[in-house]
């Protein structure tokens, strides 16, 4: 669609959002814990260590696959945002559906970019880290029961022949930012409760994950809202570029001005 964009949607098909920062610093791994632990614990009130602590901690440092795999999961039962934090690693999660309950996205400009930026930049300053390796912002959204090359912008179109089904992936350097974007019309999505499957649906997924690679800490440090707003803008953008007005329709766009 062309501009201007819907400032927001009243019925959004965001499953996920993801903001993840990878880290450099030069504390040992066996102390982050006690230094970031004091600064979330009333933001996440509950905890579980993943499977990687089951490794041992020289195979973990060694082993490049492993190097940026969160090691716990950080959560407050109540909200659809969770964190999760590695040696190197520190990535927040909005979820759409948890435990068989489904979670409103509460919004990036009134809720989320504030709590990430805020909670973000403290952690940084009590784990004292010596450079901020990438910036990853990635959302997911998935489109019920949609035929995705009926509804979106890029034409995957042959002579004389019909398309089956897309799965495509794509890149835009934005500035200095890298889009990349994911377009598939033949997803899944399965939701288990308890191993039980609850939720499974049929349709399309636009997926688009944005990077960006700081080259100065303490820039980065200073400007931190700025910069995740400048790719949460330009990921939205590219979201609403891809898709046609008539699909834009069906989530309820509200436009700046709309009566709420």
Known sequence: MEKPYPKSLNNPPLLEMIVEFRFVTSLPEEA???LYYPVIKEQFSSYTP???MNIPLEVRRTDP??????????????????????????TFKYERFIDGDEYAYKGWKNHIAKFISKLAKRIFQVIE???IERIGMRY??????????????????????????IQITCSIKEDEILHTINLSDSAEF????NNNLEIHKQGSLIDIDSEYQPKDKDNFLENIDNILTQMHDGNKNLFYE?????????????????DQ
């Open 32 to 34: 982050l814990f006690g």
């Open 50 to 52: 993943l499977p990687i």
């Open 65 to 90: 696959a492993l190097r940026h795999q969160p090691q716990y999961h950080f959560f407050n039962p109540k909200d659809s945002i969770s964190l999760l934090i590695g040696s190197k690693t520190l």
């Open 129 to 131: 880290i010596n450079e």
């Open 140 to 165: 997911i959204d998935f489109l019920d029961n949609i035929k995705l090359q009926e509804y979106i912008t890029p034409s995957f179109n042959f002579p004389n022949r019909g398309l089956e089904r």
């Open 190 to 193: 399965k939701h288990f409760v």
């Open 242 to 258: 891809i898709m046609k007005n008539d699909l834009v329709e069906m989530y309820k766009p509200i436009y700046e001005g709309d």
